[in-house]
């Protein structure tokens, strides 16, 4: 017996490698797209996820790559079409939580686009896809966060509701308290019940102690007209910045629609862009355009239209829909 394992075990390993050795391309090519994708570099990174559907068409990731692709674009039906098919392929349960999260999203992108019929009934897709994504993965704490947004936002019609929003809340907690606060923030924005809101954005700070949480709570400062007390949570965020990711680009963009500290503002959107902490959730050609305007408000033309040919370069198809354009 263990002469003829002996004699099999060689061949059996050869096989394995070989197998191992066109995984790990078709694992590199998907790695290679995501870090092209956060980069802001959406051609290639389209075509490092064709290149991998090509060696696999069952590529669940590939696919989800593509969503995302087309999803930062605003290239709705393409979204949709690439997170429907990521949804629908054989995965484990961690990787489908993930993409129906896309498959929300992308829904909800569509959503904005469409009349009141079709919205509806696109709304309750979004919600059963996050509800499936929480469902999957318990711990997916981007669809938690996204299911609870859902539930404050959305009318009860279309699966919405405080309650709702509330009892995930309570779910969130002994996990992740942080989210489950913001959450909790956000029912009581919606509630209209402003000293709640303020105690439990600041109570997320308390436990986070990030950029993001202040950049929070001075979203809602902006909202209710305290501009101020909004500059200073910026300026507190910033304080405590270490990445230079996309809470930052949020960070500008308060200042910008405040029209408060407009050199701050450019300072953020290019540290940005330097830093190697990009991703998708600010795509980097987007960051260009809103600096780029930024420098032409300053007289700065020349080097305002060089940030905007850096994103026409970025994604091109983007920038010749006009109206996405103006959309920024």
């Known amino acids: 017996m263990l002469a003829v394992l002996a004699a099999v075990a060689p061949v059996a390993t050869r096989a394995q490698k070989a197998d191992l050795a066109s995984a790990d391309k078709v694992v590199a090519r998907s790695t290679s797209a995501l870090l092209a994708l956060d980069d802001g570099r959406v051609e290639e990174a389209a075509a490092l996820a064709r290149a991998s559907l090509g ?47 896309w498959l929300g999203r992308a829904y ?51 699966g919405g509701g405080t309650d709702k929003a509330k009892a995930l809340a309570a779910r969130m907690m002994p996990r992740f308290p942080a989210q489950a606060h913001l959450l909790l923030a956000r029912i009581a924005v919606d509630e209209k019940d402003n000293s709640t809101a303020e105690a439990q954005f600041k109570q997320v700070i308390a436990i ?14 902006q909202t209710h007209s305290r501009k101020d007390d909004a500059a200073a949570a910026v300026k507190s965020g910033l304080a405590v910045d270490r990445t230079h990711g996309p809470a930052i680009v949020d960070a ?3 200042l910008i629609a405040m029209h408060r500290e407009p050199a701050l503002a450019e300072q953020c959107l290019r540290l940005y862009l330097a830093s190697k902490d990009k991703t998708d959730e600010a795509p980097a050609f987007k ?6 305007r930024l420098l032409a408000d300053r007289g700065l033309a020349a080097e305002a239209g060089e940030h905007m040919q850096t994103a026409a370069a970025l994604a091109p198809v983007f920038t010749r829909n006009s109206r996405q354009w103006q959309g920024l």
């Open 55 to 101: 060696g696999n068409p069952a590529d669940a990731y590939a696919h989800q790559i593509l969503c995302r692709v087309f999803y930062a674009q605003d290239r709705v039906d393409e979204a949709v079409r690439e997170c429907e098919t990521a949804a629908a392929l054989p995965q484990s349960q961690q990787s489908a939580s993930d993409n129906h999260l």
């Open 108 to 158: 909800g992108l569509k959503a904005r686009h469409a009349g009141l019929i079709n919205g509806f009934k696109l709304a309750k897709r979004v919600q059963a896809s996050f509800a499936k994504a929480v469902d999957l993965d318990s711990s997916n704490v981007a669809a938690l966060n996204d299911l609870g947004e859902y539930y404050v936002d959305a009318p009860s019609i279309v």
């Open 208 to 221: 986070q102690k990030n950029t993001q949480s202040w950049v929070d709570l001075a979203a809602f400062y």
């Open 252 to 254: 500008a963009s308060i």
């Open 287 to 292: 960051v260009h355009v809103q600096l780029s």
